[in-house]
């Protein structure tokens, strides 16, 4: 229980200066205005967060600021393996076919809420798996988290992207560039006085 009010003392502040990126579109998502926003901890980028779908709505996944290319580059990287493996499957007519995608993403943090309490998780990654039917080809970000307190509150996550635009509205939304933009310059603190 320590460990956990630790932690929400250390998140609370920066919830409170989260910005937001931008939204994504992913289109077998149940809403379509997912966010990306970054949090900060004494003015400096700390963590990028988005949501996720999870069997009970939506949750978020917090991404530290310095694995963030690191996580981008994973998502790039399933996304050829992806546009390889829907060409092979189309080419050989493959209508049942699943098989995990080699990358592997620095782990984050999962949060979610059941009846207004919440949970993290800060133990999971996330696997990406292929799957090819009769007439679709899917990527699927899967993650069955378990509360850091309480390992049988459990969730799980999922990202389904099923065309290379899903994953490049994802992908762009997390390029340090953009979020580096949303930091802004830092401000005097000395000009007030």
């Not at 992913?26 to 970054?38: I, S, Y």
């Not at 390889?84 to 493959?94: G, I, K, L, T, Y």
């Not at 390992?151 to 899903?166: A, G, K, M, P």
């Amino acid at each position: 229980m320590k460990k956990v009010l630790a932690f929400i003392m250390v998140l609370l502040p920066m919830l409170a200066c989260a910005q937001v990126v931008g939204t994504f579109s992913n289109r077998l998502a149940k809403r379509n205005d997912l966010t990306v926003q970054l949090l900060k901890k004494d003015n400096k980028p700390y963590y990028v967060c988005f949501d996720a779908q999870t069997k009970r709505g939506y949750g978020e996944v917090w991404v530290k600021y310095k694995d963030l290319a690191k996580f981008r580059q994973a998502l790039i990287d399933a996304r050829s393996k992806y546009v390889e493996w829907s060409q092979v499957a189309d080419a050989n007519n493959v209508k049942n076919f699943r098989k995990e995608i080699p990358v592997k993403f620095p782990k984050p943090i999962y949060c979610w809420e059941i009846a207004g309490d919440r949970f993290y998780d800060d133990y999971t990654g996330w696997k990406m798996t292929f799957s090819a039917t009769k007439n679709n080809r899917f990527a699927f970000m899967l993650s069955e988290t378990k509360d850091m307190n309480n390992r049988y509150i459990t969730e799980n996550y999922e990202i389904v992207f099923s065309c290379v635009e899903d994953f490049n509205s994802l992908i762009d939304l997390l390029d340090p560039a953009k979020v580096d933009a949303v930091v802004g310059d830092p401000v005097d603190e000395s000009l007030f006085k």
